[in-house]
């Protein structure tokens, strides 16, 4: 669960962490109001989960609480784009040449608005840092990163520049240490008026992600004020969903969420469905064969649109759910089926998906490769059926590559 950056810094609060105060207005007059009790000089920032929203318009520093009431009726006005296809249509102003794809993927890209804004008391502020903590699965650790270049896509940071970054590993068991601290701080290169700040705040920071089960704590910037302060201007804060019995809390930050609609009937369904930025749905039996699935369509040199796991059973009921979520995606050009019967088998398998496909009107291309229990049954009663979207593999490859060629002819 993506939280609202007003939303991360009410969770920093309860840890100690500095941020600045603030104020959620739905409205010019609610950010008026705010304003007014701020002080007058105040940012307004919109609430939205998109990357960039500064350069899209969603943030603006003004003087008056009649300039923050102006500035907010702009922000909620603007319709904002996820970051991938900003970042193409960055590209493409500064002359590049872009393909087809990329052209559809702005063409698609759904209009994202702001409901409210953040109104805050703006600072003075003398120097910009980034700092994170995420999990390291393939360390099987928590990461903390640091960078004095803070305010920038720590992305072009790591790619120009890496030792721009410090990173230090933490085992989850030993917790933290000021050794991790200090070694972020000084490996940073931070302003030396910021660190012992930065040395206060790293533990907090480090606390609120562990106990909150967080995923990411992200900070940029993390700020050196002009009284010396170091403060969290920024917070980018990921909750671990599968922790949510262990957080009441939980619940009334996801109702403020406005959860989209394909995420939504997923749910309805009970599917384990993750949303992507591709156009070749996925479906597979097995979380592990799903992520493997993903990375051979990326082989194959094409984009997942999706994660959906349909779990043990593959039955005409669950696959028609899993077809009806994908294909409700108008991005989505092609869906590639990735069964393996092991105690499933696959001739049962291939009459759910000819039951599916004869209750849905499935528009795009379905790709499906069975293997294991009763696979040349299957691939037999799939290869004997007239319906003209359906098209059969022999191998993952094979039906990875196929996918991805009809994702890109539009059939």
Not at 194 to 202: E, F, P, T, W
Not at 257 to 278: C, D, M, S, T, Y
Not at 314 to 333: F, K
């Given at each position: 669960?993506?939280?609202?950056?007003?939303?991360?810094?009410?969770?920093l609060?309860?840890?100690?962490?500095?941020?600045?105060?603030?104020?959620?207005?739905?409205?010019?007059?609610?950010?008026?109001?705010?304003a007014?009790?701020?002080?007058?000089?105040v940012?307004?920032?919109?609430?939205?989960?998109?990357?960039?929203?500064?350069?899209?318009?969603?943030?603006?520093?003004?003087?008056?609480?009649?300039?923050?009431?102006?500035?907010?009726?702009?922000?909620?006005?603007?319709?904002?784009?996820?970051?991938?296809?900003?970042?193409?249509?960055?590209?493409r102003?500064?002359?590049?040449?872009?393909?087809?794809?990329?052209?559809e993927r702005?063409?698609?890209?759904?209009?994202?608005?702001?409901?409210?804004?953040l109104?805050?008391?703006?600072?003075?502020?003398?120097?910009?840092?980034?700092?994170?903590?995420?999990?390291?699965?393939?360390?099987?650790?928590?990461l903390?990163?640091?960078?004095?270049?803070?305010?920038?896509d720590?992305?072009?940071?790591?790619?120009?520049?890496?030792?721009?970054?410090?990173?230090?590993?933490?085992?989850?068991?030993?917790?933290?240490?000021?050794?991790?601290?200090?070694?972020?701080?000084?490996?940073?290169?931070?302003?030396?008026?910021?660190?012992?700040?930065?040395?206060?705040?790293?533990?907090?920071?480090?606390?609120?992600?562990?106990?909150?089960?967080?995923?990411?704590?992200?900070?940029?910037?993390?700020?050196?004020?002009?009284?010396?302060k170091?403060?969290?201007?920024?917070?980018k804060?990921?909750l671990?969903?599968?922790?949510?019995?262990?957080?009441p809390?939980?619940?009334?930050?996801?109702?403020?969420?406005?959860?989209?609609?394909?995420?939504?009937?997923?749910?309805?369904?009970?599917?384990?469905?993750?949303?992507?930025?591709?156009?070749?749905?996925?479906i597979?039996?097995?979380?592990?064969?799903?992520?493997?699935?993903?990375?051979?369509?990326?082989?194959?040199?094409?984009?997942?649109?999706?994660?959906?796991?349909?779990?043990?059973?593959?039955?005409?009921?669950?696959?028609?759910?899993?077809?009806?979520?994908?294909?409700?995606n108008?991005?989505?050009?092609?869906?590639?089926?990735?069964?393996?019967?092991?105690?499933?088998?696959?001739?049962?398998?291939?009459?759910g998906?000819?039951?599916?496909?004869?209750?849905?009107?499935?528009?795009?291309p379905?790709?499906?490769?069975?293997d294991?229990?009763?696979?040349?049954?299957?691939?037999?009663?799939?290869?004997?059926?007239?319906?003209?979207?359906?098209?059969?593999?022999?191998?993952?490859l094979?039906?990875?590559?196929?996918?991805?060629?009809?994702?890109?002819?539009?059939?």
């Amino acid at each position: 669960m993506n939280l609202f950056e007003y939303q991360g810094k009410e969770l920093l609060r309860r840890f100690e962490v500095p941020v600045p105060e603030g104020r959620v207005a739905r409205s010019p007059e609610e950010a008026r109001d705010a304003a007014r009790y701020l002080g007058g000089k105040v940012v307004v920032k919109a609430q939205v989960q998109v990357g960039a929203r500064g350069k899209q318009g969603g943030v603006e520093l003004v003087d008056s609480p009649d300039e923050a009431a102006a500035a907010t009726e702009r922000i909620l006005d603007v319709e904002f784009m996820e970051q991938n296809a900003f970042a193409l249509v960055q590209r493409r102003s500064r002359g590049a040449q872009l393909t087809p794809e990329d052209e559809e993927r702005i063409s698609k890209a759904a209009p994202i608005k702001a409901t409210r804004v953040l109104v805050e008391r703006a600072g003075d502020i003398a120097d910009e840092y980034y700092c994170a903590f995420l999990v390291d699965r393939s360390n099987r650790a928590f990461l903390g990163m640091m960078s004095a270049q803070g305010g920038m896509d720590i992305e072009k940071v790591a790619e120009d520049d890496p030792s721009a970054i410090a990173r230090v590993h933490i085992d989850p068991l030993l917790g933290i240490s000021d050794f991790h601290a200090r070694r972020l701080v000084f490996g940073a290169r931070i302003n030396p008026d910021a660190v012992k700040g930065a040395v206060a705040i790293i533990p907090k920071l480090y606390r609120a992600f562990v106990e909150m089960d967080a995923s990411q704590i992200e900070i940029n910037p993390l700020v050196l004020t002009g009284d010396g302060k170091v403060v969290a201007l920024d917070a980018k804060v990921t909750l671990d969903d599968s922790a949510a019995f262990r957080h009441p809390i939980f619940d009334e930050l996801k109702a403020a969420h406005e959860v989209p609609e394909q995420e939504r009937l997923a749910k309805e369904k009970g599917l384990n469905f993750i949303k992507l930025e591709g156009n070749v749905g996925i479906i597979g039996n097995g979380a592990g064969l799903v992520m493997s699935t993903l990375d051979v369509v990326n082989a194959a040199g094409g984009e997942p649109a999706n994660f959906l796991d349909v779990g043990g059973g593959a039955s005409a009921d669950i696959l028609s759910a899993g077809l009806e979520v994908i294909t409700s995606n108008p991005e989505v050009r092609s869906v590639f089926v990735n069964i393996f019967g092991g105690i499933t088998r696959c001739d049962l398998v291939a009459e759910g998906i000819l039951d599916a496909l004869g209750r849905l009107e499935v528009k795009v291309p379905l790709v499906v490769r069975l293997d294991g229990t009763n696979a040349e049954q299957g691939r037999k009663m799939l290869a004997d059926a007239p319906h003209p979207m359906l098209r059969t593999a022999n191998t993952m490859l094979g039906a990875a590559e196929l996918a991805v060629e009809l994702s890109r002819a539009g059939i």
